[in-house]
Structures are given as C-alpha cells and as structure tokens.
C-alpha cells in the first residue's frame, strides 16, 4: 500500500527532529566530558603555575583566562613538537592528545580577568601610541592590526589585553633575538626593530587592557 504524501512528510520532519536532537545531545555530553578532562589536567598540574582560573601564580607564568582556545592548543603542540623551547613545558604536555589540548584551551578560555590599571600611566601612554600607530621614524608596525583594537586577538593570534607586563616584554625580546621560533615571522620583523623602551612602553600598555 502507497502511503500517502502528507505522512510520507510527517515521517521526514520527525526523524529530522530525531537526529538533529540526537547530534545536539551527542556534541554537549562530548563537551561535558572535554571539560571534566580538561577541569582534571588543569587541577592536577596547570594550576601550579598559571592559576586554578588562569590568573597565573607569578609573572614569570603567562595568564591563560580569555586566551583564545585554539591559540593555546597550537602553543601546547609547539612545546611537544620543541619548536617552542621550554623543558618545564615539554615535560608537562609530552602525553596531551591534540583533543586533550584543545580541550584545555577551551577551558581556559570560559574564564575572565579583573582589569587592572597599569603601574606607569606615562609609559602606558607612549606604549598606546606605539601600538595603535606604530613608529614611522624607525619603521616599526602598529600592533593593532593583526591584534585588533581592544587587543584581543583570534584563533591564531594570542590575545595580549591584561597580561603581565613582563611577560610580554619578555616574549618580545625573545622574538626580537629570534630565540622563539614557533609563531610566524611577522613578530621577528616587529620586534627586531623595537628598541627596550617601546617593547616596556607597549608591554605596560597592554597589561591594563
């Protein structure tokens, strides 16, 4: 027996609605169980440097909170691949799954920082200048357009508002002596022509964003 059109409809919208519910239930238990693991990782060895919310536990440590979530996985990778150097790091991700740092990214990435104001208005000042114009004497870019505006970033590009002021100095010391490699060589070209002064004056600049 031919059945008719109308239920022939019917039968297609609900087993649509079926599996539509189905893959929604499927990808938030996958969620849930990436953060029970991701909550695990980071409470039993993370926490000891950046934080139990990635506020960091020292300057020497960079804030993970609002970081974007595929920009922690790719640094994660880079330190298990070595081209990022750090042996503390190596150790720590040498068993991640890419799931696992991905993960991880997206955990960290739900949680937020107090604005703070920076330590020196003054040298925040020079730095704000240098970031949204660049310096056109020396040849220097403006930061803000790969960093956007409000320094915050994307997928692939770190988000640089509210960090410690150190740790971005000294990252860009690090790029400016090409001892960090992972990252494309836009930053080496940036970098190499700032002078101590601009990378203190931005690097202040930012950690009150």
Not at 72 to 92: D, I, N, P, W, Y
Not at 143 to 150: A, I, K, L, R
Not at 194 to 207: D, F, G, N, R
């Amino acid at each position: 027996m031919k059945i008719p059109t109308f239920f022939s409809y019917r039968c297609r919208a609900v087993v649509w609605a079926l599996l539509c519910w189905t893959a929604a239930w499927s990808t938030s238990a996958w969620a849930q169980a990436d953060d029970a693991r991701a909550k695990k990782i980071a409470g039993g060895s993370c926490f000891l440097c950046h934080g139990a919310q990635g506020e960091s536990t020292s300057e020497v440590f960079p804030r993970l909170a609002g970081q974007h979530a595929e920009y922690v996985a790719k640094q994660l990778q880079a330190f298990k691949s070595g081209t990022r150097k750090s042996t503390a790091m190596a150790e720590m991700v040498a068993k991640l799954s890419p799931d696992e740092m991905l993960a991880l990214g997206k955990y960290y990435e739900k949680m937020t920082l107090p604005k703070e104001e920076p330590k020196d208005p003054q040298l925040a000042g020079m730095g704000a200048y240098i970031y949204h114009n660049g310096n056109k004497f020396s040849g220097v870019p403006a930061c803000v357009s790969c960093h956007g505006v409000t320094a915050e970033g994307a997928a692939h590009l770190p988000r640089l508002g509210r960090q410690f002021a150190s740790y971005i100095e000294h990252q860009l010391k690090m790029f400016n002596k090409r001892e960090r490699n992972n990252d494309n060589a836009v930053m080496h070209v940036v970098a190499e022509k700032m002078t101590p002064l601009e990378m203190h004056a931005v690097a202040e600049y930012l950690s009150g964003k």
